[in-house]
């Protein structure tokens, strides 16, 4: 089996009236994989992916692939409660050729069990039929309010063989993340949380699908890939941690670009404040742009 390695959480750029700008998008797209990213992955929560209807993924996956971009290094994200409109998306995407579909629970009901969840992971996996394969269950309770327990993980690769095929753990749990590493090596194990990265990837995770990619893409590469710490990449992101993330990461792109308008974000999110913006910025420079870094 390849090596995931490092999949971009790719933001997604809006203009002023909230549509999708695709040529931002895709040159986006080029350029993390130019600097190293081994896929992208469109839709996730950096992605603002539930707030992006189906014609839309449609029209984006589509430009991205007339781009000259590989389905291969094409991961797409499918945050939905509906069963019916999971199915859809994921459906869509792997009929394109993704590498990969990133799939969230369902997470309007709170408190749901284990065994209401494999229910709703069973009725996608039945409406997807035989196109579905290559599913990464996506664990990041600090969004959904649900957590992908490890026993609900083992029943799920058990039942669905060559269907579940790993898990991107964006729990902050580090000692849940230990587990699944140690109950699931045979998985695609991501370390969501870029502070237990280098670690997760020294004890057999497969890499990981960041945000801070978008702005930092060797850096986190070389803690996804290698193993490598970097004691700046986890001192910055408990800064960005302080913030509504998806704002924060798209503040930080758009001064790495120079360019104003990845500061946009769909409703209901909001950009984040000038104040925020310059803290951010000047955090940053002093680890990563000081003569001691």
């Known amino acids: 089996m390849e090596r995931f390695g490092l999949s971009v959480a790719l933001t997604t750029p809006f203009d002023e009236n909230g549509d999708i700008l695709l040529d931002m998008m895709i040159a986006q797209v080029k350029r993390s994989l130019a600097a190293g990213c081994n896929s992208c992955t469109l839709f996730g929560t950096t992605g603002e992916g539930s ?13 991205i692939l007339d781009a000259g971009v590989s389905p291969q290094q094409i991961v797409v994200g499918v945050l939905a409660d509906s069963a019916e409109d999971a199915a859809a998306q994921a459906g869509h ?9 990133l799939l969230a629970p369902p997470s309007y009901f709170k408190n749901v069990s284990d065994d209401g969840l494999f229910r709703w992971f069973s009725r996608v996996f039945s409406l ?3 196109r579905a394969r290559d599913i990464l269950v996506y664990n990041i309770p600090s969004v959904t309010m649900v957590t992908l327990s ?3 993980v083992s029943r799920l690769r058990e039942a ?3 269907i579940v095929t790993g898990v991107k753990d964006s729990s902050g749990d580090w000692d849940h993340t230990q587990v699944l590493l140690k109950d699931h090596s045979d998985l695609i194990i991501l370390i969501g949380d870029e502070r237990h990265l280098a670690q997760g990837v020294r004890m057999g995770g497969q890499g990981a699908i960041s945000g801070v990619a978008n702005f930092a893409p060797k850096e986190v590469g070389a803690m996804a890939n290698d193993g490598r710490d970097d004691a700046r990449i ?5 800064e ?6 998806t704002p924060a990461v798209k503040a930080m792109l758009a001064r790495e670009l120079g360019d104003q ?3 946009a974000v769909r409703a209901p999110l909001l950009s984040i404040s000038t104040d925020v913006q310059n803290q951010l910025g000047i955090v940053f420079d002093g680890l990563f742009r000081s003569k001691a870094a």
């Open 128 to 130: 997807l039929g035989n």
């Open 150 to 152: 490890v026993p609900l």
């Open 240 to 245: 960005l941690l302080k913030h509504p993330v």
């Open 234 to 238: 986890v001192e910055f992101v408990i």
């Open 93 to 101: 995407a792997l009929d394109r050729g993704a590498r990969n579909i």
């Open 51 to 63: 707030s992006i209807g189906m014609e839309e993924r449609e029209r984006v996956l589509s430009a």
């Open 261 to 263: 308008k990845w500061l």
């Open 160 to 162: 669905f063989p060559g």
